[in-house]
């Protein structure tokens, strides 16, 4: 079984520049999740999808980050315009349903430096 | 807000010691998982446990959700180098939010 795939692997940009990110979860898990895991920390939910409707986005710093996940499948996380604070490893997972004991099965992260 | 805190935050033993990891809250869990995290990789679930003094084995690793559903320990017997890693605890206050704890980063010494 195909895990979840992130790309890029590593991005490396300036202050202010915008980068995105992709993730592609496991096929029939209508739930997705974007994590950001600071150095040092466990990882921090931003924004969580069933199918393509926003569960929560509570911690989502909405000035600067959005997410989509059109169709219900593939998603992408956008920060326009980064800060420094933001860098960080950025995780995507996904699971079957939405009940708070499902696994959550994570891609490996996509690693973001902003200088 | 942090919900969760781990201790300790740091942990290098030798190979073959036992050692205990602790999760603690001031909220109550409807369930609380335990991820293992290894260099470069996204965590990996090692176990969800669901009622208060509930206790799970998992070959050399023991899981205990207390009581009160607030806190919980996992206990590793006999360290292998392959246990090295970062030690999530993750707790879930409703239905379908999830909260990752600090982490413990664990070193096992051959």
């Known amino acids: 079984e195909a895990g979840v795939a992130q790309s890029p692997r590593y991005k490396i940009i300036e202050k202010r520049q915008s980068v995105a990110f992709w993730c592609n979860p496991i096929s029939g898990h209508a739930t997705l999740y974007w994590y950001q895991q600071i150095l040092g920390q466990g990882p921090k939910l931003l924004i969580q999808f069933q199918n393509n409707g926003v569960v929560d986005d509570s911690q989502l710093p909405k000035d600067r980050f959005s997410a989509e996940r059109l169709k219900g499948v593939d998603s992408t996380l956008k920060i326009q315009p980064a800060k420094l604070e933001d860098s960080a490893v950025y995780l995507c997972a996904s699971s079957l349903g939405d009940a708070s004991n499902e696994k959550l099965f994570f891609g490996s992260g996509t690693q973001l430096s902003v200088l | 807000t942090q919900l969760l805190e781990q201790s300790p935050q740091f942990l290098s033993i030798q190979e073959g010691e036992n050692l205990t990891v602790y999760c603690n809250s001031s909220s109550v869990f409807s369930s609380l998982q335990w991820y293992r995290q290894e260099p470069g990789e996204g965590p990996v679930l090692l176990v969800t446990v669901v009622t208060g003094g509930e206790v799970k084995k998992l070959k050399r690793l023991t899981f205990q959700f207390g009581d009160a559903r607030k806190d919980s320990s996992l206990h590793i017997t006999a360290a292998q180098p392959g246990d090295t890693g970062l030690y999530l605890c993750?707790?879930?206050?409703?239905?379908?939010?999830?909260?990752f704890g600090t982490g413990t980063r664990l070193t096992v010494i051959p």
């Open positions: 993750a707790g879930a206050p409703g239905a379908n939010n999830l909260f």
